[in-house]
């Protein structure tokens, strides 16, 4: 009866045709993350006089993520804003629906959410040495440093650097995995705990305020981490862009 | 084998211990918050969101010992 629990993170296959054709259940949860974010098209009822319940919904997230990226980058940085309000969306999107019971944390795959930052923090790179050509490595080198400094300031800005690509990944994902891992554990122990007898019963009561206390800080922590992911992101494309 | 069985556990219950770091980091951020708020309560709407990010990257610091501890007791 008690799997283990990182059992609830393993991708498997729900439908195969003839080994060409593969359906897995994390590519179920993508279509279906893709699929909400798709219906806010059709949520915002244009033609109205007045917006909906949905349409207020669609525009307080608007307004967070305009006030998130216009306070970081000012206002040349609104071209970046669909950039930021879809993955926004996406990251609140896929830690919402894995908060549902018995789905699958689509946010809790390390390779997948590590790739995303990864190619992230590259296109940020990009856009940085596009913009300033070789000037963008004065951005190693912080604002009047005395100059036997430098070699060792450029070797700690840099490492500090490249491990953006990782971190920013690593922060979202170990948060959603150690948040499932720790709502399972203390399910299953007041599972466990209140099956064995009538004291048991008594003391299983402890872990399920527990269990509730932990799943509403994993509902804070699901929106709080998209927050921080594109806050975090904006602030790297303003270095980018800006230099300092 | 039960060597190495014991010395897993020991060190997930080791990796656990750098939370309370995390648990000192976010009692910090709140701390700064309140006191902010209360020599400036105007200032409310403009650090709440900057305390909300310092914690919650306080608390990602203190998940990596976390994480590392289930990846010991379950994945090694």
């Given amino acids: 009866m008690f799997l283990s629990p990182l059992d609830q993170f393993e991708i498997k296959p729900i439908f195969s045709y003839s080994d060409t054709f593969m359906l897995s259940n994390y590519s179920i949860y993508l279509f279906i993350i893709f699929t909400?974010?798709?219906?806010?098209?059709y949520?915002?009822?244009?033609?109205?006089?007045?917006?909906?319940?949905?349409?207020l919904v669609i525009f307080s997230i608007y307004d967070t993520v305009l006030n998130m990226v216009k306070s970081q980058m000012g206002n040349q940085g609104g071209i970046y804003f669909p950039l930021m309000f879809t993955l926004f969306n996406f990251i609140i999107m896929a830690n919402l629906v894995s908060?549902?019971?018995?789905?699958?944390?689509?946010?809790?795959?390390l390779v997948a959410i590590i790739f995303l930052s990864m190619m992230l923090w590259l296109g940020v790179t990009i856009t940085g040495l596009a913009k300033h050509g070789w000037g963008f490595f004065a951005l190693f080198v912080p604002t009047g440093t005395p100059l036997p400094l430098v070699p060792v300031l450029v070797m700690i800005e840099l490492l500090s650097y490249s491990s953006r690509a990782m971190s920013l990944g690593l922060r979202l994902s170990a948060n959603v995995l150690s948040g499932h891992l720790l709502m399972f554990?203390?399910?299953?122990?007041?599972?466990?705990?209140?099956?064995?007898s009538l004291?048991?019963?008594?003391?299983?009561?402890?872990?399920?305020?527990?269990?509730?206390?932990?799943?509403?800080?994993?509902?804070?922590?699901?929106?709080?981490?998209?927050y921080v992911f594109c806050m975090l992101l904006c602030g790297y494309m303003k270095d980018a862009l800006y230099l300092h | 084998m039960h060597l190495v069985l014991a010395a897993k556990y020991m060190g997930a219950a080791i990796a656990?211990?750098?939370?309370?770091?995390?648990?000192?980091?976010?009692?910090?951020?709140?701390?700064?918050?309140?006191?902010?708020?209360s020599r400036n309560p105007s200032l409310r709407a403009t650090l709440f969101p900057q305390a909300i990010l310092g914690f919650a990257l306080a608390e990602a610091c203190g998940l990596f010992c976390l994480m590392i501890s289930f990846l010991l007791l379950y994945a090694v």
């Fill in chain 2, 16 to 37: 656990t211990l750098g939370l309370g770091g995390a648990a000192m980091g976010i009692a910090l951020v709140f701390v700064a918050l309140i006191n902010g708020t």
């Fill in chain 1, 185 to 196: 554990m203390l399910g299953s122990l007041m599972l466990n705990l209140m099956s064995l």
């Fill in chain 1, 43 to 55: 949520l915002l009822n244009n033609g109205s006089l007045a917006p909906n319940r949905f349409s």
């Fill in chain 1, 199 to 226: 004291v048991g019963f008594m003391g299983g009561f402890m872990p399920m305020a527990g269990v509730v206390m932990i799943t509403m800080l994993e509902f804070a922590m699901s929106m709080i981490q998209g």
């Fill in chain 1, 99 to 109: 908060m549902m019971p018995y789905s699958f944390a689509y946010s809790a795959q």
């Fill in chain 1, 36 to 41: 909400i974010m798709w219906s806010f098209k």
